[in-house]
């Protein structure tokens, strides 16, 4: 569909990689760093990408209001409260990713098993999610609100 070269093999494309989706604006560098290295191996690895994006919420909390600094995984992401709308999204990330690093059994991860993308699809889409509305959300309304009493002091 990209006009451009493509390897296939049985029927599967396995040249080139696609990306992935972008990470959220706002996402702090550090989730960033392992949101992108889960997109780049998403296709080879959809358990090691799950593995990343579990470490990316791990990092995301560390950004969060009123996180605490220590504690598993599950007791920081009680602690946050989350809305009821966020709160399945985190639980999926924590543990479809200790699935993936520890319970091999639970998800068939293999790279031909298209459910696994899809998973590693909407754990992405999860984080995003957790990040526009912890973080870009109220810094757009910050940035509006700034806006509007700039405005203000000119009148």
């Not at 989730?31 to 889960?38: G, R």
């Not at 998403?42 to 996180?67: F, K, M, Q, T, Y």
């Not at 598993?72 to 709160?87: G, H, Q, S, V």
């Amino acid at each position: 569909s990209c006009k451009g070269e493509s390897f296939w093999v049985h029927g599967e494309m396995v040249w080139p990689l696609r990306s992935g989706i972008k990470p959220a604006k706002g996402m702090p560098d550090d989730v960033k760093e392992v949101f992108l290295d889960a997109q780049k191996i998403l296709d080879l690895s959809p358990r090691a990408a799950c593995a990343l994006l579990r470490v990316g919420l791990e990092r995301l909390i560390d950004h969060l209001p009123g996180a605490p600094a220590e504690g598993t995984l599950y007791a920081r992401i009680e602690a946050l409260n989350l809305p009821d709308t966020l709160k399945p999204m985190a639980d999926a990330l924590r543990l479809v990713g200790n699935s993936a690093v520890h319970r091999v059994s639970e998800i068939d991860f293999s790279q031909s098993n298209e459910e696994a993308h899809e998973i590693a699809d909407l754990l992405s889409e999860f984080l995003n999610q957790i990040v526009d509305s912890f973080l870009a959300r109220p810094g757009k309304a910050t940035e509006l609100i700034q806006r509007v009493l700039a405005r203000k002091k000119k009148r």
